[in-house]
């Protein structure tokens, strides 16, 4: 579609201008595209120079600040007691108090134990009855403990450095002759301007405790040999640098390179499974929502309550059935024979091609009634001019539907179908409940099996194998892919961006 | 209405056409019901507790539903599977209400800075944490047997991720609202409870119903927390073992039975509350 001028764009009538819009934006994606990969050094060399404005902020402060500003720098809280800014110098020097505390008595300890893990986990004595007892010395798991205190580390710095832009802050105020402000005043502004501190302390502190702090110890596990033999506290683990990441995409160390291939065999049906499994439920779905909300046709209610009811019920419920329904013994299987139509049995899960087949067809099943509901409601809004005229036009329905109706769908849903395909690569619960990853092979290493999806892989070397370090290589490779094709859609796609167009 | 029916009556084609669509809404949904009414004629079965090979039973009863409650620790599961969902339900529609409030409403440094994180953070599966997060409940005493306290406060920790739908709602709700009020002298918190509190009552209703039914479904977290210690397990944990190779022929029909308990009151909740769970979710799809 040809970019029109702007005069002949505003001549269109608004139906047509919609459809203009859709038109161009799918024009436009390769630039984008194109336009994307030319910002990431941009963006790399705008980072580091926000870095260098931040310490040289810091030095600013330094070096303009009066005496009692550059005393902050050590005793925090310090300027605060000469301006009249008691409570909040208070808090600082308590918080410095408590932290060298800590640092002293625990902090360090466990900052110098990250250097080697521990390097001997039991020691066997024997006691007055010349029974053996183990006592146990150094745990390997304390690596925890190690990632707390850089938190809590991080976590003072970044104290430090409010405290001495605060002190800043209110040095410049009071050359100029203002009151900074007082405690009181301080207190009351946490349920006004600064109200978003006190509505995201809670939530932003139980993510950092159950989501950064565990995917940053995972991220640190992949660098070591935690598995099945160093399992503490009867073991040790320690350090291995990449040799991980090179069992994963190249050969481990005897020189196989079986996890290599299962890897890359399961990454491969992981993105084919996502790719399936996300355009057929979108299609169909769209494809019912159609059928359901096509004018002149009865019982709309119906239909509509019966297909959710998969929504409402929990899926490790529907799904153990169906997949128990499916197995060589199960209801399917059964009834067909009791009916004459086979005379085998029909390995529903247990042959790789058909377990594949099927849980894509089973995926179906559980994805439909959610497309319908998002369909239905975006079919309600696309004008009905749009029809109107392209039924004047003589266009068929086949016709409408693919002019009209996809790419409206397409353009209105575009970031929903990136979350989809991202939520589908990290599909557990379908695989999971349906087939655990069988059937199993052994062409795999590591327990995968011909279904397993990467994420149900990971679920397997944790809770079965014990195998933490492969898991979490595997961890951080979903999370680049995923990733990737995120941050390159996001960018491509303009509906993201927009986000005060709304208000 | 006139030139509806003249329409109708002109094309044959037309009537065709909405008989197939019939047909095929017809066994579409026919197919959807399949698992449901196996489920319900397999808790209801008598005769053995095994895998048979016909579908309607030949013995009714309510032995299947008698033994959960007396042979196993299903009324335990069932129980804290229930609170765990009550309490996840308060909290975790506190907690996302703030973050999407302040996220949508307010603006400050960081506040890019933080959206982008939690967009980041919600790219890693959520597997990869489970271990360390198992390892922190586990220096708080929160394993094992005080599996139900360690379970909300994981579900209610991470909850701050998902504020996307609420502020997606949030956003649309016009923003000279908040600025009269707050010339009126209103501060950030009044408006917050006072104004904006009362309008988005669907969204606090989808957030309430999506919070309370994610526990009864949540079976890898609760495996690994409850891990090794029966009576803490929530339903799903409990059951999904009924169906392994060793319990399958002794356990399938009260595998059932349990099953049925559970659906039942979520699917009567959702089907209540079916309205705002279209709303959240269209909104949240078309807005991203």
Redesign the interface.
Known sequence: MSKLSELEYLGLPPAKRKLHDIGQFFARLPGNLLHFLKKIPLGIWRCLCAVGRFFAGIGHIFADGDWKTRVSFLVMGFGQFFRRQIGRGIIFLGMEGLFIWFMSMFGFGYLAGMKDLGTQATVKTLNDYGLEVVTYKDNS?KI?HGVLTIFIVIGFLWTWYINIKQNYTAQKLIEKGVRPKSFRNDIKSL???Q??K???A???L??T???????F??IL?AFTNYDYSHLPPDKLFGWVGLDNFQTMLATDASGSDKFAYTFREILIWTLIWALIATFSNYFLGMF?AI??N?K??RFKK??R??????????????L???S??F?D???VN??L??WGWITEKIKFWTTQDMARIMVLVVNL?VGI??LM??A???LMNIPADLYESAKIDGASGFRQFTKITLPYMLF?????LL?SF?ANI?N??VI??LTAGAPKTMAYEGGAGGTDL??TW??TL??TNND?KI??VI??L??IV??VI?LIVYNVSP??KN?ED?? | MSENKKFRSKSGKERTVRVIIYIFLTVLCVIWLIPFIYLIFQAFRGESTSMVTYIIPRKWTFDNFIFLFTKTNFGHWYLNTFIIALFNAVLQTVIVLCVAYALSRMRFKGRKFLMNLMLVLGMFPGFLSMIATYFILKLFGLTSENAVPGLILVYAASSGMGYYIAKGFFDTIPKSLDEAARIDGASRARVFFRIIMPMAKPIIIYTIMMAFIAPWGDFMYASLITFGHEEAYNVAVGLYKWLDKEHISNYFTIFCAGGLLVSIPITALFMALQKYYVEGVTGGAVKG
């Open positions: 798991l925890l349920a006004d301007e109200y978003y006190t509505l995201l809670v939530p932003l139980g993510i405790i159950f989501t950064i702090i565990p995917i110890f995972m596990i019912v059928c359901i096509r002149g046709i119906v239909f309550t019966i297909l959710v009811m998969t929504i409402a019920v929990p899926q490790f419920v529907s153990l059935l169906v128990k329904m197995a013994d199960g209801i059964s009834v024979m009791n099943w009634p959610y509901l998002i239905t409601g975006v209105v849903t575009g970031p929903y979350t991202t990290n557990f619960n999971y409940l990467l994420i990971l679920y944790t809770v933490y898991a979490a961890g951080i979903v999370f995923v990733a995120s509906a993201m986000e709304f208000q």
